[in-house]
């Protein structure tokens, strides 16, 4: 079957929302992570730490620059991501729908490509 990452697109720097509203966010979170497991589809992921914790190699000249922090100023980054192993993109989609209900941010949908050159 073919995988699917999806990706949690988290606004602003990383600084968490306070306890009252990240707690129901997380244990919804958790819950359709269970759920994907349950269901086989799971295949690994987590969360991120913020984007300042970041370091960016840039090819320069034959040598590789690091940098610290993410690669380009955004005011959305990768918060956490998912990968499943799912029929087709409908299937994923459902499984993003999901996870947009749970976390209450955009989820990005993508697939991975299968090797023959196509998505």
Do not use: N
């Amino acid at each position: 079957m073919p995988h699917y990452l999806l990706t949690v697109v988290q606004p602003g720097d990383g600084t968490p929302p306070p306890p009252e509203v990240l707690e129901p966010i997380m244990r919804d979170t958790d819950a359709v992570h269970r759920a994907m497991v349950d269901a086989g589809c799971w295949v690994f992921g987590g969360g991120l730490h913020p984007p300042a914790a970041a370091t960016t190699l840039r090819p320069k000249d034959g040598e590789v620059l690091l940098v610290d922090g993410p690669f380009a100023e955004a005011k959305e980054h990768v918060g956490g991501f998912s990968v499943i192993d799912v029929p087709d993109l409908d299937a994923a989609l459902d499984w993003g729908r999901r996870l947009v209900a749970a976390t209450t941010l955009p989820i990005e949908v993508r697939p991975f490509h299968d090797g023959s050159g196509t998505p």
